[in-house]
């Protein structure tokens, strides 16, 4: 059964200098044509797999606060009319700082949206420029404090660091500042540098310092230290929460569970089956006029593959995976069927094996590509 939904809402009022999300400039585009496309996707993909109650819904983007009022309380009416949810829903939007006026946060707020999460990224003005974004720091405090008025307890930030420019001294400065928002959830990125974004375009003109992979590992050991130190409970590699606050929906990735993927270039896990959309918008609409699911690609899982992945996205949480939750999804015993790979990772102490979970150790948590690597497509060459 499908327990979460993900849509896609691909407009921005600006591109950031690092973003390879499937995005286009929100100026004279077809909203409207577009949210009536993704009702109709909506009904599409229920059709097919129906499900019950849904545990989270996240709304992502693209900038989805960037829709005007109206536009948003239609996006809000759709789901509300089309996906079955209640106030026991995880529900969240994401949102830039200075996006979200007191009408917008009242609309979110009466559609039963119950958790923000901003796109703060650094508190240092002159990164903000730097890296494309048009908020400065004293807009995510107003626009904070704009939500908690309106009633949101849920606030989540996120936060970019090795930044093209950034020192451990600025990234220590915006983590303090961070923590007089008196916020519940915080998700901590080092910057990766995709194909066809204008950082990418700098770095290959050697246009682009980044402070390198020694000052990253150093920058990602202050986060942790620094949440832990104002109690916030590491519970992924990237993600940190008061107790109870941890995010539902980033929890269904990581566990592994199927989830709708909805929206122009969304990409989805239902039935065993990982599909991805057409992410150009014409091209995302043409299939769904003609009553078809906007499909660009799509992928039967196989067992082996299942198991992979139960591993590498497991070992993302701190909690690590259950042996025996394993087992009950796939009858068979992890330690065995990955025996010489657990056996290599206990060496090197990047994993642990202890109290029925295998997990990441600190030192595995700074080379946690390298541990996921180890699982995948290993199973095939049996």
Known sequence: MVKAAYIHIPFCEHICHYCDFNK????????????NSLEKEIELALKESPTGHLASIFIGGGTPTALNEQQLEKLCSIIKKQLPYDSSTEYTFEANPGDLS????????????????????????????RIGRVHRAKDVFQSIESAKKIGFQNISIDLIYSLPGQTLLDFKETLETSFILDIV???????IIEPKTVFYNLLRKGKLPTPGEDVEADMYAL?????????????????????GFESRHNITYWDNEW????????????????????????????????GKLPIFE?????LEEQMEEEMFLGLRKTDGISISR??????????????VQIDKLEGSKLIAVSEGHIKLTEQGRYLGNEVFQTFIGELGRE
């Open 185 to 191: 959830h915080y998700s901590g990125y080092s910057l």
């Open 102 to 129: 007191k009408e917008k946060l009242q609309i979110l707020y009466d559609a039963g949206v119950n958790r923000l999460s901003f796109g703060v990224q650094t508190f240092n003005d002159e990164l903000l420029k």
């Open 326 to 339: 394993f087992k009950m999804k796939f009858d068979r015993n992890p330690l065995k069927l990955f025996e």
């Open 298 to 302: 799509e992928h039967k899982v196989t």
């Open 24 to 35: 286009v400039f929100l100026k004279g585009q077809p909203v409207g044509e577009y949210l």
């Open 259 to 290: 989830y709708f993927g909805l929206g122009a270039g969304a990409h989805g896990y239902v039935n065993g089956i990982r599909r991805s959309n057409h992410g150009p918008l014409k091209k995302y609409m043409k299939p769904i006029a003609n």
């Open 223 to 243: 986060l942790m230290e620094q949440m832990d130190k104002n109690g916030f409970k590491q519970y992924e590699i990237s993600n940190f929460a008061k107790p």
